[in-house]
């Protein structure tokens, strides 16, 4: 698939001489759904800023379908649709003129067809007459989600779409979104709860300090939490791994004074009992074991306090 949105060395530093992104760079295929996590005051909103032309970049270049969002900005704006983390709706003002005057605002002539398509697959049909002052937060953000779609955008950003929200509409949001990738949108949101990253993710990246920590494939960042670690303490340190035990994946740690072996925990065999009956055999006698399970959150944590997960 080719890239929808290419980010390079991308860097901005505020006013007062904030450094918040710093050399980000990036690649998001079309029809992929991208989840940025990262704690407060990471970049995130910033990073989504500047793409969307809110923000001017320090320097570095961003393109959208081909489009550099400077030197073409209104070719690469229009390719894009922001959901943003605050609710700015005009109050007194229907659904419907809400969805058709932000249609109407990237130049885009009129299609009643269309916008009745996005409002009802957002529920929000039966809703076209009411004020945004007659809805409930849920609907708002999802009239939110309709506007930044009035003008056919193949990227969507969505800033922490469910923060705050009841679970049941978190999960709504998890659906939509799912029924927005199926009907081609590229989708790059924002979050801070890692599980909504599992649950609806083709990628994940890592966002703190400014700085792009990982960006991988869910499925990869999954088989790295199904692995656990088995320590081994002895109770005689060795200088070296003994031969006999050469053909297990372990690694000399304490000054020779344990063994960690790595695992999966999704194999039909962990390797545990041969590895446990070879220790035996080579003469090295067990003080003590534990386990150790590395989890998405640990990769997170680990990558944003700054040591290896
Ligand atoms: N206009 C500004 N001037 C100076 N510093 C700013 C400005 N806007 C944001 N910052 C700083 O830049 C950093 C990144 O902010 P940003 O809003 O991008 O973070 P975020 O990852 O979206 O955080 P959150 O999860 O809290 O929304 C923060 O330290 C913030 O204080």
């Known amino acids: ?154 990227v969507l950003f969505l800033d922490e779409p469910t923060a705050g929200v009841d679970v049941e509409l978190r999960k709504d949001m998890w659906e939509i979104v799912a029924e927005l990738k199926a009907s081609g949108v590229t989708i790059i949101l924002t979050t801070h709860y890692i599980e909504e990253a599992e649950a609806i993710a083709d990628r994940v990246g890592v966002i703190a300090e400014g700085k792009l920590m990982l960006v991988e494939e869910k499925a990869q960042l999954m088989a790295r939490m199904g692995q656990k670690q088995l320590e081994v303490q002895l109770t005689e340190p060795v200088a070296v791994l003994p031969d006999a035990l050469a053909h297990h994946d372990l690694q000399l740690v304490n000054g020779g004074g344990a063994l960690v072996y790595t695992y999966d925990t999704r194999g039909e065999r962990t390797g545990i009992t041969a590895l446990l009956n070879d220790v035996a055999q080579a003469g090295l006698v067990l003080a003590d074991v534990q386990t150790r399970q590395s989890s998405l959150e640990d990769i997170f944590v680990g990558l944003v306090s700054g040591e290896t997960a």
């Open 1 to 154: 698939m080719p890239a929808i949105l290419t980010i390079r060395d991308l860097r901005k530093s505020y006013a007062d001489g904030f450094e918040a992104l710093k050399s980000v760079s990036l690649d998001i295929e079309e029809g992929e759904i991208l989840a940025l996590l990262g704690p407060n005051g990471a970049g995130k909103t910033t990073l989504i800023s500047t793409v969307c032309g809110i923000i001017t970049p320090t320097s570095g270049s961003v393109t959208v379908g081909g489009h550099d969002i400077l030197d073409d900005f209104r070719a690469a704006r229009s390719l894009i649709g922001l959901v943003p983390q605050e609710i700015n709706l005009e109050p007194f003002e229907t659904v419907w003129n809400t969805v058709r005057f932000s249609r109407g605002l990237f130049g885009k002539s009129r299609n009643d067809a269309l916008l009745e398509d996005i409002l009802r697959k957002l529920s929000l049909w039966d809703k076209r007459k009411n004020r945004i002052m007659e809805l409930s937060g849920g609907m708002k953000r999802r009239v939110l989600i309709a506007k930044a779609l009035s003008h056919e955008p193949r």
